[in-house]
Nanobody, 121 residues
């Protein structure tokens, strides 16, 4: 059974920092990437940052220079260091894992339950 568990969300003032953590359980044949998405009220879920199994990272333009993703796909862990937080960063943050459970199945997305990040001004 696949489970992604996030932690580290909370309430922080503008300019503050938070660190999100995610640990996945389950046996995967391959893990293509792990990352973080977010969804603010009334908006679609969007990619925040992602790290591939080869260590390549990509970020949403809105967080470049402020957020840093790290982790180890082999250990099924991913972190998001968020600095210089802004009110527009307020959202539910979801951990994501793209991978396949068997050699015969294509990669698919797995999601955590989400953790709330609120930035107050």
């Amino acid at each position: 059974q696949v489970q992604l568990v996030e932690s580290g969300g909370g309430l922080v003032q503008v300019g503050g920092s938070l660190r999100l953590s995610c640990a996945a359980s389950g046996r995967f044949f391959t893990i293509n990437a792990m990352g973080w998405y977010r969804q603010a009220p009334g908006k679609q879920r969007e990619l925040v940052a992602r790290i591939t199994s080869s260590g390549i990272t990509n970020y949403a333009d809105s967080v470049k220079g402020r957020f840093t993703i790290s982790g180890d796909n082999a250990k099924k862990t991913v972190y998001l260091q968020m600095n210089s937080l802004k009110p527009e960063d307020t959202a539910v943050y979801y951990c994501n894992l793209l991978g396949s459970l068997r050699i015969t199945t294509p990669a698919e997305d797995y999601w955590g339950q989400g953790t709330q990040v609120t930035v107050s001004s």
